[in-house]
Every structure is written in structure tokens, then in C-alpha cells.
């Protein structure tokens, strides 16, 4: 080695004994405790409407909006032209002077404010097909108490506002909306509906296909935000008639019940479909050697299928000639049942595919109905279509290629949508993590549920993760959807929520605690309209535990954390003796310290110390007494909390 290359050596050591000495010095670091726990984290007080406990108040209010809807499919044109009529009734304390409506399949017009967004190669939007997308509207009439009233109205993009000539009084004024409208089907519609070609017909995946009510919330007032494609939806809930008449040759499966089996079925398919609502094991209702039999369908021209649900949000619809169908009973926690239907074409067939599909959504939704809130709906459809995987109540679209873990990785996602956001209503146009975060979270534990572990997941390595979530170009949680960089969605509405509750599950409060106030948060939201103050108030006082740290932290900002061991000494003390650990909190984020001490005969001790110790600190020792010589102490040795620096996270003894 040459002179010159000793002394290189000799510099990059002392460079890198000083690294490590700023790395555990607490006065180099970045934590301020009375920033992380400063007391005033709630901006608000709790009222009449939303409660300081986190739950709907005694006068929480929200409207209601139903829904009478016949539709009819043109598969040559992909077309659909309809009529709805929406009965909206007023349960505010306000006079509503004026309605707003939501249009989201405007945003397919080629001058819609989303494909001014939208970047090409988006997932987003239309993907650059050119349509004459958008609806088009006609016979726009409104009736109070039977008779038409005057009105004028304007369309503005993806939104319908209605002008009264006299307000709706409050508390309980009802108006009926009733109107025509038509729309070019795209083929695929921001990745949440459109139609797919298969060898044995076109699968058309049909949703956000009628104008629906805004929501009028005591929070904004009317959620008007644009359908710009990455947000997804806020909807009032009500109940659902609806009738899609298409070719007699198709099969349509939709939102909550089937309506009318006998006569859109052969006899051949009733017989199973009714055998189908008393089996646990999937039964073939038209199998992949039928569908290409004409037998299979009733020989007609045309068929009405016609669905019903109630206390809903939403209703979507599949309908395909390819469709092969089975179906299986689901088993409910009160005795009650449902039933697990899937409808996929050929390709999509088999066992490593959707011929596991009704299985899969059958475990899912018991599993979640027994865990956390009892599914609600008659029935749960999954439908294999060029969707990549959406929700809405009672029906899912998911990727028709998927294969063996992914098939049940997207059922057991889509139809987790029906706790977050389909019973507990967020507004996923703002706050997406609340449905895609929570979601997350539920699916990591059913997957582990799920046949002895089949797909169960090795839990993440959160240190190697951490750097990604404190990435500045990741931005943080709290933005809405289409604010986002869309490469961060995954991270920033999925991923780190849902790693969020796993740690506020597994090390900061325990499984109990945490299932305990996540239950009691659904429970009380359920089919209502919370915010994220109401969910961070209710696990905060389901658990008993100020959470305010962590949801400044992990939620509201984008805060790394780096604990550190700063040094390992014998204790002086004689009534004392053993060790003491000095651990340093070097940045924003406080965390519990965990600890593996391990002595000299080989004994392993774990030690955990609360969050607490970080409010007036930057720096704390924590006492280990032993007889024994301690040989290594490890900073979160299974690595379960997302520090950002292994290197000071290890203490050997020379």
C-alpha cells in the first residue's frame, strides 16, 4: 500500500468515527420533544354533530338519496341510455337553495378538466382511446310533493347544479330529480369500468353509469370536488331499484339482489343457482363447457335483469355472453346468509385462477364479517374483467389475468373495500387513505387467516422500508388523491397507512386495545360519513392511549425516525448492579424503544419501553440489571419500527 493510500485510509476512518459520533451525540440530532407532543394537536372541540369521543354526536344528521334506474346495453354501439329518478330528501338544518350532482362520466370527454390532467400513459382517464365520451342529458324534471317545480340548472364538467326557484326547507323536505341520459361505454374508464373483448364476447364492466347526488355534509357543506380519475368517491346513502336490460344471450350479475332468477335463468340455472344459496362448496351455475351452448340462454332477443339494495352508496353491474357462473353460500355471524358469485370468462377458468374465485370471496367475506362488521348485502359478485380491481357495494371488478396468490390478493382487496368505504362512508375524493390505507391493513391479517396460510405474507422489514416512506419526493398522507405524484399513490394511500395501524396494532397498544376501538369506530360509522379527526378521536378513546404524536407524525407530516444506542455502561452502584443502556432519539419521529440484551452465558432478555420517555427527552438510560457481563444489545431486533439508520442500532462488547 503506498503512502499516499495510508493516509486516505487513515482520513476516511476518522471521517467515519466522526459520522458515527454526530450519529449518537442527542445534541446533534433533529428531535424536538414538545413539537412531537405538543397538546395542541385537535383544532376543534367535539359538538352536537361529531363528538369529542370520536363517534357521530346526538344530532348528527346526513341525507339520504334513492335511487328507481332502467338502463338498457347497446353491445354493438357500447352504449348505455337510461332513466333515473332520485328521491332526495333534506335531513340538514339548512335550506338548500340549490342541488348538486355528480357527472363522472364527463371526465371522458375529450375537454374535460381530468384529460387536462391526466398524463399520458395514466392509468387514468381514457389511456388515449378517442370516444365521444360523456353524458348526455335530456328530459331534466323536478317534482316537490308530486307536482314539477321551476328550476334552471348548468352543467360544469363532472358536476350538475340544480337551482331552485324556492330552497329545500330543512329537516326533512324531499324532492324527486328525474332525467334521461346516454353515454359511449370507454373501454377502459380510469381503471374502474369499461369492457374487455374475450373470445366468447365482450365483458362490459359498468359503473359510475347514472348521475348520482353529491354529499351535503356538516363538514363542507356540498363536496363538489371534480371526478379528476386518481380520487375516487363520496356518496350518499339510500336504496337501489335498478333494471339492465341487454342481449337474452348475456348473464348480468349486479349490487345486491337478484330480483328475478326465474326469468332470466334456464330452468337447468335456477335449479343450481337455488342449490348454489345452500351449499358451502361452489356450485356451477353455467360452466365453462356451456357457455358456448345457446341452450345455456333462454331463447329470447332481450332480457331485464332487475337488482335491488338497500343502505347503500353505489350499484355497478357486469354483463357478458362469455360469462361462466358459480356460486357458493356465505355464512354470516347472526345466522344470516349471502351469497358468493363469480362471474369470469374461459381464459380467466381454473384452479390457479378465477375457478377459485367464489372460494375466495366466500373466506373473505366471512372472514371480515366475523372479525370486524357482518357483511350486509345479499350478495358478493366478483367479476373478471379488464378492470384492474374496483369496488362497489356488493359487486368487485377485478383483473382477468391474475393467477394463484394475485387472484386472491385482488378478491380479498376489492371486497375488503366493503368495510372502508362501502359500511364506514368516507370521502375518498379527499382523503383516499381512509378506504385504500384501512383496506390494506385488513387485508395483511385475512390473508394470514386464510387456509392455514396459503398467502400468508413474511412480515416487511420496516427498516428497509422506512427510507422510501421518508423519501421527500413521496410527499406525506394527507393530501387528496389527485394532489399526489401518481407513481406515490401506492405508497402514500396504501402502504404506509396501513404499516401505520400495523404498528399501532402490534407494538404500540397492543391487538386487544387496537381491535377493541377499531371495531367501536366501525360500528359507530357505519353507513355514515366520518372524517379523520373522528377516526383518530375514536381509536384514541376506544384504547384509552394519546395517539397525538403518531398522527402528527406518521399522518399529518412526513417524520423519519432514527433511534440510537449512545452508549453501554456497567453501573457504578453496588445495590445496582448491572448495566445502563443510553439510547438517543435522533429524529422527528418518537417511537417505543425495544430492546435485545443478550449476556455472556447466552441469555436473551426483550425490553420494551413506552413512547413516553420521549416527551421531555432526547435522550434516555435504561437500567438492565444482571449479574451477568452483557456481550451485545440490538435496537428493534426484528425490525418492526421503521428507523431509518441500522448502523447505530448495535452495541458489541470489544
Not at 68 to 90: F, H, P, Q, R
Not at 470 to 485: G, H, K, T
Not at 512 to 522: K, L, M, N, S
Not at 562 to 567: F, T
Request: charged share 25%; with cysteine; hydrophobic share 35%.
Amino acid at each position: 500500500m503506498s503512502y499516499k493510500s495510508t493516509i486516505l485510509v487513515v482520513l476516511l476512518c476518522a471521517f467515519a468515527l466522526t459520522t458515527l459520533a454526530q450519529q449518537t451525540d442527542p445534541n446533534a440530532g433533529n428531535y424536538d420533544a414538545h413539537a412531537a407532543f405538543s397538546p395542541l394537536f385537535y383544532t376543534k372541540n367535539g359538538n352536537e354533530y361529531r363528538s369529542a369521543s370520536g363517534y357521530p354526536g346526538p344530532k348528527y344528521w346526513q341525507n339520504h338519496a334513492d335511487y328507481s334506474i332502467t338502463a338498457d346495453l347497446d353491445e354493438t354501439t357500447n352504449k348505455i341510455t337510461g332513466t333515473v329518478t332520485i328521491t332526495y330528501k333534506n335531513n340538514s338544518p339548512d335550506k338548500l337553495p340549490y342541488l348538486w350532482l355528480q357527472l363522472d362520466q364527463n371526465l371522458f370527454a375529450s375537454d374535460s378538466r381530468g384529460n387536462a390532467l391526466i398524463a399520458a400513459g395514466s392509468r387514468y382517464g381514457a389511456r388515449g382511446e378517442k370516444l365521444n365520451g360523456g353524458y348526455k342529458i335530456e328530459g331534466l324534471t323536478i317534482l316537490q310533493k308530486q307536482k314539477e317545480v321551476k328550476f334552471t340548472s348548468l352543467i360544469e364538467d363532472t358536476r350538475m347544479q340544480i337551482k331552485l326557484a324556492e330552497p329545500m326547507a330543512a329537516a326533512g323536505d324531499v324532492v324527486t330529480i328525474k332525467m334521461n341520459f346516454s353515454f359511449i361505454i370507454p373501454i377502459n374508464g380510469s381503471d374502474r369500468m369499461g369492457h374487455l373483448t374475450t373470445k366468447n364476447g365482450e365483458i362490459f364492466s359498468i359503473a359510475q353509469w347514472f348521475p348520482r347526488m353529491c354529499v351535503y355534509d356538516d363538514v363542507l357543506g356540498w363536496n363538489t370536488l371534480p371526478y379528476w380519475g386518481a380520487g375516487e368517491f363520496y356518496c350518499e346513502y339510500g336504496d337501489f331499484d335498478f333494471a339492465v336490460t341487454v342481449p337474452a344471450n348475456h348473464i348480468v350479475m349486479g349490487s345486491g339482489e337478484l330480483l328475478n332468477p326465474q326469468e332470466v335463468f334456464t330452468p337447468v340455472q335456477l335449479q343450481r343457482w337455488n342449490e348454489a344459496k345452500a351449499s358451502d362448496k361452489t356450485i356451477s351455475i353455467r360452466s365453462e363447457s356451456e357457455v358456448k351452448d345457446p341452450k345455456s340462454r333462454p331463447a329470447k332477443d332481450k332480457l331485464t335483469w332487475k337488482f335491488k339494495i338497500k343502505n347503500a352508496r353505489d350499484v355497478a353491474w357486469g354483463s357478458s355472453k362469455a360469462f361462466i357462473l358459480d356460486a357458493a353460500r356465505i355464512n354470516l355471524p347472526s345466522g344470516k346468509k349471502s351469497l358468493a358469485v363469480s362471474a369470469h370468462p374461459v381464459e380467466s377458468n381454473g384452479s390457479d385462477g378465477y375457478g377459485r374465485a367464489v372460494e375466495y370471496v366466500k373466506t373473505s367475506i366471512e372472514h371480515y364479517s366475523d372479525k370486524w362488521f357482518e357483511y350486509p348485502y345479499p350478495m358478493a359478485v366478483n367479476v373478471a374483467s379488464n378492470v384492474g380491481g374496483m369496488e362497489y357495494p356488493g359487486i368487485v371488478f377485478c383483473g382477468w389475468k391474475a393467477k394463484k396468490g394475485s387472484t386472491w390478493g385482488v378478491i380479498d382487496h376489492e371486497f375488503g373495500h366493503t368495510w372502508f368505504p362501502m359500511i364506514v362512508g368516507s370521502n375518498e375524493r379527499k382523503y383516499g387513505w381512509m378506504d385504500e390505507g384501512f383496506n390494506t391493513f385488513i387485508n395483511g391479517i385475512s390473508s394470514a387467516a386464510f387456509n392455514n396460510g396459503e398467502y400468508k405474507k413474511t412480515p416487511d422489514d420496516m427498516h428497509k422500508v422506512a427510507n422510501k416512506f421518508q423519501n421527500p419526493e413521496v410527499e406525506y398522507i394527507m393530501l387528496s388523491p389527485d394532489a399526489m405524484r401518481e407513481r406515490n399513490i401506492g405508497e402514500n394511500l396504501y402502504y404506509k397507512p396501513a404499516q401505520g395501524l400495523n404498528i399501532l396494532r402490534n407494538v404500540i397498544l397492543g391487538a386487544d386495545r387496537f381491535d377493541y376501538a377499531f371495531r367501536q369506530y366501525i360500528d359507530h360509522w357505519a353507513f355514515k360519513h366520518p372524517m379523520p379527526d373522528d377516526f383518530f378521536r375514536s381509536i384514541e378513546n376506544g384504547s384509552g392511549e394519546d395517539l397525538s404524536w403518531f398522527w402528527r407524525g406518521w399522518f399529518l407530516e412526513n417524520w423519519k425516525m432514527d433511534q440510537a444506542i449512545v452508549s453501554v455502561t456497567e453501573s457504578n452502584r453496588d445495590e445496582a448492579r448491572g448495566y445502563n443502556i443510553i439510547v438517543a432519539n435522533l429524529e422527528k419521529m418518537p417511537m417505543p424503544i425495544i430492546l435485545e440484551i443478550k449476556t455472556k452465558s447466552g441469555k436473551t432478555d426483550h425490553v420494551k419501553i413506552p413512547v413516553d420517555v420521549w416527551m421531555r427527552n432526547n435522550v434516555w438510560t435504561v437500567p438492565y440489571p444482571t449479574t451477568e457481563e452483557v456481550v451485545s444489545v440490538i435496537l428493534d431486533p426484528e425490525n418492526l419500527l421503521p428507523d431509518v439508520n441500522n448502523d447505530n442500532n448495535k452495541w458489541r462488547k470489544n
